[in-house]
């Protein structure tokens, strides 16, 4: 319950993340963390000034700053923006159950397929840290797995699944790429080894 009421609040549903925050509160009036959002609710009903970490329900927006330097993995990249974004619109329009599944399968293929071919560059280029971002992509793929499996039986509210989505595409992809893919990128431009069917 807590986990959906603090979805709400993110998502700037206040009046029904209060709500839930109270039920916390009665099963347990000791809740440290449900008080603090409680207390940021009311200051939030009271100033209209949303104390929150950012536009969660936005969409996220690839840019220059997330390029790796190497053409096939920018495109993949941008590619898996876009329909992180289609999933997550999909949801918050409460499109049919049937089309966000087609997304949620489609997506899971694409990052397959991509984390695949990621790794063979990286292994032609004699990454050493190949280890680490094959470990990275079983996480996320682990973890996608579980919120597709979430989805399909949709027990969760929508926001809650937003929410949950919106944390696995900034926390996980977005940082992912930006730091561990980035510095694939300026190890092979370190090494002079982009070869010529890689460069951008």
Known sequence: MFEEALANYHLKRVDKAQNLLQKCLHDNPKDAPAQFYLERCKR??????????????????????????VKEIDEQHEELFKYSNVLMN?????????????????????????????????????????????EQHENFIKYFKKVQSELKEM?????????????????WLVNHTYKEDRHFGRFLRDKDKVAPEHII
């Open 44 to 69: 939030y009903l009271d100033s209209g000034v949303h104390e929150g970490s950012g536009e969660i329900d936005a969409n996220i927006v690839w840019d220059e700053s997330l390029k790796v330097g």
């Open 90 to 134: 999909a949801i918050k329009e409460r499109r049919d159950q049937n089309e966000v599944e087609k997304v949620v399968s489609f997506l899971n293929e694409y990052v397959e397929n991509h984390f695949r071919d990621e790794e063979e560059i990286m292994r032609e280029h004699d990454y050493p840290f190949l280890s680490f971002q094959k």
């Open 155 to 171: 027990k969760e509210s929508r926001a809650y699944l937003m929410f949950r989505i919106r944390l696995l595409v900034v926390d």
